[in-house]
Every structure is written in C-alpha cells, then in structure tokens.
C-alpha cells in the first residue's frame, strides 16, 4: 500500500508545453505539500493545502498552480514550462491537527523541460 | 524569516567513528523535523521533536533539541556504510512554513 504516490515519476518534455502531477495519499492526512529540489539538492516548499484550503502560497510563478479536488488529493499544473522548472518535485502529506506532523513524502517526479 | 542552517554540508567519515550534524534556525519554533534522503530517492521521515530537552534515539542516530539555543543535532554513533546518506533538518514556522536546511551529504568509508 503506496502511502504517498504521484505521476507521473518521470516527465519530459518541451518549453512552453503545459503539464500536470498528480499527486494522491491515503493516510488520511488534512495537509498535503508540494516542494521542488533543484539540482543543488535543495528543498522549497511549494504550496500547501488543509483540508482544500490553500494556506500557503509561496513565491512561485503563477504559471504553477495546486489543485486539490478532495483532501487526498493535490495535483500540480504547471502552464509555459521553462528551462528553469527542471527539477524534481516531490508531494507529501502530514496531519497537522493533532499530530504527529511529519511528512510523508512521495516517490518525486524528475521534470526536465528540454 | 526563519532561516535554517545545517553543518556540514558535507561529511565523509570512516566506518565506527562518531559525528554530529548541526542545524540551527533564526526563529522560534515549536517542531523540528529530521530526514534521510538516499540519491534518487525520496525522502523519509526519521525523527519529530517537540519540545525543549527532546531526545529521541533509533538505532544509530541519535536527535536532540534545545528551543533557547535555537539548535539541533543529530548523533551518529559507530557509523556503518548503510547510513550513507543525505540528512536534511526542517523546522516548522509560526506562518506554518516549513524551512528545511540545505542537507548533509554524509559518505562513510568502508
């Protein structure tokens, strides 16, 4: 049983196309995460949801935007895809009501935009 | 703006020797986060510390917490090949932000 899955794991493709991740948990977690780890290695958070309410933005273009249909799910569109978005970007969820609040992290999706 | 900084960056030791892993941050937090990371890999959760004086252990690894000095440390004792790693500290914000440091890659030698 996946606890945090996404896809896909792995996506190429060209500048200026338009594409999504789709992200899923079933811990029954009321948060979930999206974060970008750049080439360095480096972790960003991305966005976060509770309970289908965006309760951080970050500075992210606003070519990338979070969808979340229901609480186990949060996918990523990311419109006019630049050479700067390669990266990997990994999901996770946690459950920031009561604990215990680590996250739980998805398997990562490798972008590299060509 | 709570900014976390964890040294070293880069860590390579030999096979039964003992080092600590540093992380400090700017600003008060109340959860302080550790993970291991393997190359290609994803991220896995390893300890949660909550408050001042926290010590967890697992195995090899040790964690602990101090919220005045704003610092944690991870403890590898006897260190083996198997945990050869990245090890990334985050810490929780007051804005629910999560901050994590820039990891320690650490290479143990055989």
């Known amino acids: 049983d996946t606890a945090v899955s996404q896809t896909p794991k792995y996506l190429v493709t060209q500048m200026g196309n338009d594409k999504s991740i789709k992200c899923e948990q079933n811990?029954?977690?009321?948060?979930m995460y999206w974060y970008k780890q750049d080439s360095k290695k480096f972790l960003k958070i991305m966005f976060s949801y509770n309970n289908k309410e965006l309760i951080i933005n970050e500075t992210v273009p606003n070519r990338f935007s979070p969808k979340s249909p229901d609480k186990a799910h949060l996918n990523l569109h990311i419109n006019s895809l630049e050479l700067g978005d390669s990266a990997v970007y990994f999901c996770?969820?946690?459950?920031?009501?009561?604990?215990?609040?680590?996250?739980?992290f998805g398997p990562g999706t490798r972008l590299t935009v060509t | 703006e709570l900014k976390v900084e964890q040294n070293p960056l880069f860590l390579s030791m030999q096979e039964g020797k003992n080092y600590t892993i540093y992380c400090n941050y700017s600003t008060t937090s109340d959860r302080l986060y550790w993970y291991r990371q393997d190359p290609g890999k994803s991220l896995e959760s390893l300890f949660v510390l909550l408050s001042n004086g926290a010590v967890k252990q697992e195995g090899r690894l040790m964690a602990s917490l101090d919220t005045k000095a704003r610092l944690s440390t991870l403890h590898i004792t006897a260190a083996v090949h198997d945990l050869s790693a990245t090890y990334f500290c985050a810490v929780d914000g007051r804005d629910d932000k999560i901050i994590f440091g820039k990891g320690t890659r650490l290479h143990i030698l055989p």
């Open positions: 811990l029954g977690h009321d948060t």
């Open positions: 996770a969820s946690s459950q920031k009501r009561q604990g215990p609040y680590e996250q739980y």
